[in-house]
């Protein structure tokens, strides 16, 4: 079975993200990809190709979706800022104020910016655990409130991999009465169109491409990972393809869609808080997100960072065209690019694993195509 190498449109400005796309693709260093961007809230970039399957008896059609891990971050960060701008959650408050039983154990004055920052001291459990916590809501976040932090927190950064979507989804729900997923599906999702989902429902399952995990002697993690416990419960690729994994909320790293619903969603973030036409938070709102909240050597992936609210912030170790861009990246390759100076989004979506959880130069050479476009570099 033979097929295009990519289909979908570009803006002749951005023809270089076409080349850029397929060259992936022709290579075998992407199987099934989508990328797509948008400028003043428009789509100038939607492109999708390849195959959704390791044995290519399924093309990546315009709907296919897919595991993103961590960029589902960046739509839990979301939530978060359009509760604080509706002014139901104060990042700067203890997150007791919200989960009274949270404050046990030393955390009585962790606040709710430091889970959205990766620095609590929350990266992982020090209980011994299974994948099926993964599943268990109740559980997964009964444990995180009862346990001591693993650094004092605020001191130093450490990427909470799979802890971060329970500690800010818990604090959601207190609020809201309601799951994360459920908030991001009424807010976001539904008012948009976006075919992103925190929680797939079954009907879905046969849109999902299939994840092929990266060659086994990558790290994903850096060297101090074990001692702050994102090694448990171990990472298992092959989870992704079951309906429990699917069906679950994982709001950290559980999130399955596509480059197009990706970047529709955070054009909210780049055009002021207003995507079509319609206004989901005010610009300041939008704006928390640039604001620092920690930096320097991440505990956990060993590399310097310099973390805003709930969103990477480019500096020395990553320098990008604009300095008022939030980025996020995802187990594999997947990537969020926002940027509030030129109003763009990138979105970046792919089925073939690479060993990084800080996104890799498929997404990049993408993201440099358009930033040539736009005149950026």
């Excluded at 951005?14 to 797509?36: H, I, K, P, V, Y």
């Excluded at 459990?125 to 299974?130: A, F, I, L």
């Amino acid at each position: 079975m033979t097929q295009a190498l990519s289909e979908g449109v570009v803006d002749d400005r951005f023809a270089g993200a076409r080349t850029a796309f397929e060259a992936n693709l022709a290579s075998g260093a992407d199987l099934g990809a989508s990328f797509c961007a948008t400028l003043d809230g428009e789509t100038v970039v939607d492109l999708w190709g390849g195959w959704a399957d390791a044995d290519k008896t399924r093309p990546w059609e315009r709907d296919t979706i897919v595991n993103v891990y961590s960029t589902t971050k960046t739509m839990t960060a979301l939530t978060a800022l359009l509760l604080a701008d509706r002014g139901e959650l104060d990042f700067d408050a203890p997150v007791a104020r919200y989960w009274p039983e949270f404050a046990a154990n030393g955390k009585a004055d962790i606040t709710v910016s430091q889970l959205m920052s990766h620095s609590s001291g929350l990266s992982g459990w020090t209980e011994p655990v299974d994948g099926d916590v993964l599943y268990d809501w109740e559980r997964a976040t009964a444990l995180l409130a009862a346990q001591a932090p693993l650094w004092a927190p605020g001191t130093a950064p450490g990427y909470h991999a799979v802890t971060q979507g329970y500690l800010v989804g818990e604090v959601v729900r207190r609020i809201a009465g309601k799951s994360l997923g459920t908030v991001f599906r009424e807010e976001f999702a539904e008012p948009l169109g976006a075919d992103f989902h925190i929680g797939l429902p079954a009907s879905e399952d046969g849109r999902v491409a299939e994840l092929i995990p990266p060659p086994a002697t990558d790290a994903s993690i850096g060297e101090g990972a074990s001692t702050y416990r994102t090694d448990n419960p171990p990472i298992d690729v092959r989870a992704t393809r079951t309906r429990d994994w699917r069906g679950a909320e994982i709001p950290a790293a559980g999130g399955t869609g596509n480059a197009r619903s990706v970047a529709q969603v955070h054009a909210i973030l780049a055009n002021g808080g207003v995507a079509q036409g319609k206004r989901f938070l005010s610009e300041a709102g939008c704006r928390k997100a640039l604001e620092l909240q920690i930096e320097g050597k991440d505990l956990v992936l060993g590399m310097p960072v310099r973390y805003g609210m709930g969103f990477g912030l480019g500096g020395a170790t990553l320098p990008l065209p604009s300095p008022n861009t939030i980025f996020w990246g995802g187990y594999g390759g997947s990537l969020a690019i926002i940027d509030m100076d030129a109003h763009t989004t990138f979105a970046y979506a792919m089925n073939r694993m690479a060993g990084t959880t800080t996104g890799d130069m498929r997404a990049f050479g993408l993201a440099m195509a358009m930033w040539d476009g736009l005149g950026l570099i």
